[in-house]
């Protein structure tokens, strides 16, 4: 069974800094790409930064460019987010999630954890 | 970026009832074109990708339509675990999703 659980999240003042962790299990993680999705209270989702199996191509929604850093660790299985600068505006709750394909080439998200929920207040 | 957007934004419906929701991209995404079901409390859901393939494990009653700009979703009968926002997904470029549509009991 495919697992992905989120780690990581809490209340944080603005201007610092967080970093999520996601746990990978039950598939062979180094086959597909991975992506972070947040989703503010009450509101859609949002495409965040994902990358490929090799960590070779990545990409970043303009959102967070230059202050979150999207990576991972294929001995660990696991996924990273480094989120620095936060702002109030980033406060949601964020889902690791599953490519369906191993490269960053924008395939359908197949598997979604249940996320983290980072609060941005002062 | 492309622009999603959905109709409508809620729905009121009766187990039984035939839904279609619709998804329109502000230009053209071939077929890349993919929707999500979530229930309150949970993670998004995939349904159906590349505009028409059910995602295996999803009932054949949902069903996806459409190339271009313009898509449907549809449930032939609507079930009491169908009750739940749906969202559409562009995966053409820089993923983007529609605003989404809640379905609810009438």
């Known amino acids: 069974e495919v697992q992905l659980v989120e780690s990581g999240g809490g209340l944080v003042q603005p201007g610092r800094s967080l970093r999520l962790s996601c746990a990978a299990s039950?598939?062979?993680?180094?086959?597909?790409?991975m992506h972070w999705v947040r989703q503010a209270p009450g509101k859609g989702l949002e495409w965040v930064s994902g990358l490929s199996w090799n960590s070779g191509s990545l990409g970043y929604a303009d959102s967070v460019k230059g202050r979150f850093t999207i990576s991972r660790d294929n001995a660990k299985n696991s996924l990273y987010l480094q989120m620095n600068s936060l702002r109030t505006e980033d406060t949601a709750l964020y889902y690791c999630?599953?490519?369906?394909?191993?490269?960053?080439?924008?395939?359908?998200?197949?598997?979604w954890g249940q996320g983290t929920l980072v609060t941005v207040s002062s | 970026d492309i622009q999603m957007t959905q109709s409508p934004s809620s729905l009121s419906a009766s187990v039984g009832d035939r839904v279609t929701i619709t998804c329109r991209a502000s230009q053209s995404i071939n077929n890349y074109l993919n929707w999500y079901q979530q229930k309150p409390g949970k993670a998004p859901k995939l349904l159906i990708y590349?505009?028409?393939t059910l995602q295996s494990g999803v009932p054949s009653r949902f069903s996806g339509s459409g190339s271009g700009t313009d898509f449907t979703l549809t449930i032939s009968s609507l079930q009491p675990e169908d009750f739940a926002s749906y969202y559409c997904q562009q995966s053409y470029r820089i993923f983007t999703f529609g605003p989404g549509t809640k379905v609810d009991i009438k």
């Open positions: 590349s505009a028409s």
């Open positions: 999630v599953r490519d369906m394909g191993p490269h960053f080439d924008w395939r359908p998200l197949d598997y």
């Open positions: 039950g598939f062979t993680f180094d086959d597909h790409a």
